[in-house]
């Protein structure tokens, strides 16, 4: 029972280091997102897909890519990591748009130095 | 604005009491409210989830309540244990064209044996 996996779990990066953020769901669901979660706030959406092959921008998209090239997987990428970006990301899944995120994995903790 | 308010911030109970967790919402059109538990470390993981015609909802010892008129909703944990000692986080989605979710900050429960 698997659910929402995500690696890695904690990385430490450097100010315009780049890195990609996985995550694999096997509940077959149509829709993931991409959350940060920082202290003293509500998780904030980046990124969200509807299906495979599609993304659309969230709340807070600037500075983040994602891909949905397999309907099993979505990548969270920083194409220059900066300070600001410091934050425990999570990703999430649903089987429907009306479900909200149903299943969230245990979260990466990305720290930039 | 769309909002949602979580009181109190924090709370500490003994263990084998009861508590109440409070969420408020300004969000329009409402779709539905979902409770989240997140412990320390790891993902939220949803309790229930509540639409618009449901009074109230259990899931063990949690019991949420909604009442749509005062946009209102609570969390009732029944004989507190020192597993239920996480963030309790209300989502509301709005249904506007395509669905928006907004999340509370949470409610940081600490039991106490």
């Known amino acids: 029972n698997a659910g929402v996996t995500q690696t890695p779990k904690f990385r430490v990066l450097k100010t315009g280091q780049s890195m990609t953020l996985l995550c694999a769901q096997d509940?077959?669901?149509?829709?993931m997102y991409w959350y940060r979660q920082d202290p003293g706030m509500g998780l904030r959406l980046i990124h969200y897909?509807?299906?495979?092959?599609?993304?659309a921008k969230g709340e807070v998209p600037d500075g983040y890519n994602v891909s949905r090239l397999k309907k099993q997987n979505f990548l969270l990428g920083l194409e220059s990591a900066a300070p600001s970006q410091t934050s425990v990301y999570f990703c999430?899944?649903?089987?429907?748009?009306?479900?909200?995120?149903?299943?969230f994995g245990d979260g990466t903790r990305l720290s930039i130095l | 604005k769309n909002q949602v308010e979580q009181s109190p911030q924090s709370l500490i109970i003994l263990e084998g009491k009861n508590c109440t967790l409070q969420?408020?919402?300004?969000?329009?059109?409402?779709?539905?409210l979902r409770w989240y538990k997140q412990d320390t470390g790891r993902g939220p993981v949803s309790l229930t989830i509540?639409?618009?015609?449901?009074n109230t909802k259990s899931n063990g010892r949690y019991t949420a309540t909604l009442d749509a008129d005062t946009k209102q909703s609570s969390l009732h944990i029944t004989a507190s244990q020192l597993s239920d000692s996480a963030s309790y986080i209300c989502?509301?989605?709005?249904?506007?064209?395509?669905?928006?979710?907004?999340f509370g900050t949470g409610t940081r429960l600490k039991v106490l044996a």
């Open positions: 999430a899944s649903s089987r429907t748009v009306r479900d909200q995120p149903q299943h």
């Open positions: 509940m077959n669901h149509e829709y």
């Open positions: 897909s509807v299906g495979e092959g599609t993304t």
């Open positions: 969420c408020n919402y300004t969000v329009s059109p409402f779709s539905n």
């Open positions: 509540m639409t618009f015609s449901e």
């Open positions: 989502v509301v989605s709005a249904s506007l064209g395509t669905y928006k979710y907004i």
